[in-house]
């Protein structure tokens, strides 16, 4: 599910300079979790250009720089194993910081 664009968003122009980030585990008893910090174009559903954030649950990536900041974040989480059903008890969070 993608985090809520904000009611307002920034000007047509704008670039993002870097992405703030925390995400929380998923506590099913899986055996591994990746996380992803992914980006998709403003009027695009499509998720792409992710990169791997599993290392710290929370931080900056500069990865994103440069794109347009009118279009969204998703963080995604693919576990493996498990040995009851992947709930989410907590909420990830993103932080788009740009410029002019």
Do not use: K
């Not at 307002?8 to 703030?20: H, I, K, L």
């Not at 925390?22 to 403003?42: A, F, H, K, M």
Request: aromatic share 12%.
């Amino acid at each position: 599910m993608p985090f809520v664009v904000p009611s307002s968003v920034p000007r047509n122009g704008a670039a993002v300079t870097s992405v703030n980030y925390t995400w929380s585990s998923y506590n099913n008893g899986s055996t591994s979790e990746i996380v992803e910090l992914c980006y998709s174009p403003q009027y695009s559903s499509t998720i792409g250009n992710c990169v791997d954030i599993s290392a710290a649950q929370s931080g900056t990536s500069t990865a994103h720089a440069g794109y347009n900041a009118r279009g969204q974040f998703w963080i995604r989480h693919t576990i493996f194993g498990g040995n009851h059903p992947a709930i989410s008890t907590s909420s990830d969070h993103v932080t788009v910081n740009y410029s002019y």
